[in-house]
């Protein structure tokens, strides 16, 4: 089932979608969330811009997109209803609060006349529900003005909804008893509105059927499970990162839409050893970060791609340092301010090259919202064993939306500890032992890592180039050369795990995505071999360097198809690696891609 909860960015549809959605992954449904509102703070009420919107797709097996086209579209008002009906196919169900539906309100978004009455629905199930009026009735008994007791009937909505798919109702119940603790006439009021819409739905002839969607039992392995976003996953897997690497976790950082949450959370695990520091700017916020990976930290700071362009410097900076730095950037729509709320991937050159000078950096992305915890541990990896900055990139998309994780089991985590330079690490002609700071490891290129203070391993850092070995300033041609050579290698060296194809039938084409796109393309790729079609896929995590076998993969397949939410970014690298015909198929619209649409591109690929 896909469900939208739609209304003014005022009306609480993402806490509603949010509670449906926890009590949905209680149930032990698998489970995609797609949250979607508007950039400003508060856009005007009744409008289509002011539009926010909760789409949640659940079932008793194994899925991967919050779905095309929801079955239920819940609208509070007649903008929700207006901008969210397009989506829908026909024969959905419709539950309008037909309280908001006032001339006035019809206007302001160019209803002439009433689309309950003109028949302009009729292809779809509508359910007309006063929301408004039977909420303000629920509560008559509470001392509450009506506009209080107005602002309670998303809660009837989701008690409706709860009812109608059997989620279970103790969870919500717990949460408004204890968001409203210390208002617990409110937390009365929003649960007297919540059991309201249930026994509503309960009673009503209007919804003759309910629904029960079991559990996804065999979809997943064995394990407990919890309902995560990705960037609360992120959160998750920088604090196990700082825990398995025994360093403390410092985050400097800005606050930046949608990478914020990251702020927030990190912020409330001080005894897991995390320190926050919200800077003045995003500039401020890496230079601390550097300077606490200098320190022995394990440092990152969080942006978007706006933050990105400021903090270039400091992240060639820390290429030169070649000091472990980890740079989350949660991808929103641009370019400058651009689409604050809505999803891209347009940020993946300006990670790669978005530097002065020669300034290689590794780039991974994870592919879901579950995934995030397990690529900030691999971030994590490449960092401090190759002593570089990492670049994370994941997307709006990712950050917000939502989907079951297996918690792991410690034994599973990844020994991430790191050896601090402890005394002299050369011998000069004349005998005499001293510390070199840029002498590497033969294996990984990395330098030794001084912790600061440590006696006898004073050295010099800046952003004039360094000698080779000693670390001194120089000018020297051809130590430059030599440098730059040095650390584009190191990057390159990095070890990264085969590329792992899908492909059971002997394909003659291969999708190959990266990012967010792992859910639509391989929900399409399903789609397709269902129809007989024979597709190969495979999902790139790091980007930077790519993995050794996959120009070995490019070269078996006679066409390559890149779908990406840029203009062909991926593709272009490619393109220019190994020469390959890569095909691009690409969307910006600020949304993520639709497994049908994805689905009829290669169809149409594989035809041509």
């Not at 780039?363 to 670049?391: G, K, M, N, Q, S």
């Amino acid at each position: 089932m896909i469900i939208r909860f739609a209304g003014d960015s005022g009306d609480g549809m993402q806490l509603t979608g949010d509670r449906f959605t926890s009590e949905t992954a209680s149930f032990g449904n698998d489970l995609s969330t797609l949250p979607n509102f508007p950039a400003e703070i508060r856009a005007p009420a009744g409008t289509l811009p002011g539009v926010s919107s909760f789409q949640l797709h659940f079932a008793d097996h194994d899925i991967l997109t919050p779905g095309d086209a929801p079955n239920v579209l819940v609208a509070m008002n007649p903008a929700a209803l207006k901008a969210n009906i397009g989506d829908l196919p026909r024969g959905a169900e419709v539950i309008v609060n037909t309280d908001e539906f006032t001339k006035r309100a019809m206007q302001k978004v160019g209803y002439e006349t009433s689309p309950l009455e003109d028949g302009s629905l009729d292809g779809y199930q509508v359910h007309p529900v006063p929301l408004t009026t039977l909420t303000v009735e629920a509560l008559k008994e509470f001392d509450l003005t009506r506009k209080e007791a107005e602002r309670s009937k998303n809660m009837f909505a989701l008690g409706l909804l709860s009812w109608m798919y059997h989620r279970p109702t103790e969870g919500t119940e717990r949460f408004l008893r204890a968001k409203f603790a210390k208002k617990p006439d409110i937390a009365a009021a929003n649960l007297a509105a919540f059991r309201a819409g249930w026994n509503f739905g309960e009673t009503t002839e209007d919804f003759a059927v309910s629904y029960e969607v079991a559990p996804a039992a065999t979809a997943f392995p064995p394990g407990i499970y919890r309902n995560i976003s990705g960037n609360l996953a992120l959160s998750y897997g920088l604090v196990a990162a700082s825990r398995q690497a025994d360093l403390p976790l410092y985050l400097g950082s800005y606050p930046i839409t949608p990478a914020s949450d990251i702020l927030h959370e990190l912020s409330k695990h001080k005894n897991f050893g995390v320190r926050t520091f919200q800077a003045e700017d995003e500039i401020a916020g890496i230079g601390a970060a550097l300077g606490a990976a200098f320190g022995g930290s394990l440092a990152v700071t969080t942006t978007s791609g706006p933050g990105v362009a400021l903090k270039s410097e400091t992240i060639g900076l820390a290429v030169s340092l070649e000091l472990p730095l980890l740079i989350v950037d949660i991808q929103r729509g641009g370019p400058s301010t651009g689409l604050p709320t809505k999803t891209e991937q347009a940020d993946l050159l300006q990670a790669m090259y978005g530097r002065n000078g020669e300034a290689p950096v590794p780039v991974v992305a994870p592919r879901t919202p579950a995934d995030c915890f397990d690529a900030a541990l691999e971030a994590a990896r490449i960092a401090l064993t190759y002593r570089t900055p990492v670049f994370l990139l994941s997307d709006g998309y990712l950050a917000n939306g939502s989907e079951p994780w297996r918690v792991p089991d410690l034994e599973e985590l990844p020994d991430l500890r790191v050896q601090f330079a402890q005394g002299p690490n050369h011998t000069l002609d004349d005998g005499t032992e001293v510390f070199w700071p840029y002498k590497r490891d033969p294996q990984t290129l990395a330098r030794p890592w001084a912790i600061p203070g440590t006696p006898g391993l004073e050295h010099r850092i800046g952003g004039i180039e360094k000698e080779d070995g000693t670390g001194n300033i120089s000018y020297a041609p051809a130590n430059h050369d030599f440098m730059v050579r040095t650390r584009q290698a190191k990057v390159d060296g990095i070890e990264v795990p085969d590329l792992d194809v899908d492909d059971p039938n002997g394909a003659r084409t291969l999708v190959l995505g990266w990012g967010s796109t792992y859910g639509p393309i391989t929900a399409a790729v399903r789609r397709l071999r269902r129809a007989g079609e024979s597709i190969a896929q495979a999902h790139l995590r790091h980007l930077n360097p790519f993995p050794k076998n996959l120009g070995t993969v490019l070269e078996r397949y006679d066409k390559v198809v890149i779908p990406e939410m840029n203009l062909g970014q991926l593709a272009t690298l490619i393109r220019a690696k190994y020469l390959v015909d890569a095909h691009s198929y690409t969307q910006v619209n600020g949304m993520p891609f639709k497994a049908e649409q994805l689905a009829t591109a290669l169809k149409e690929a594989i035809d041509g």
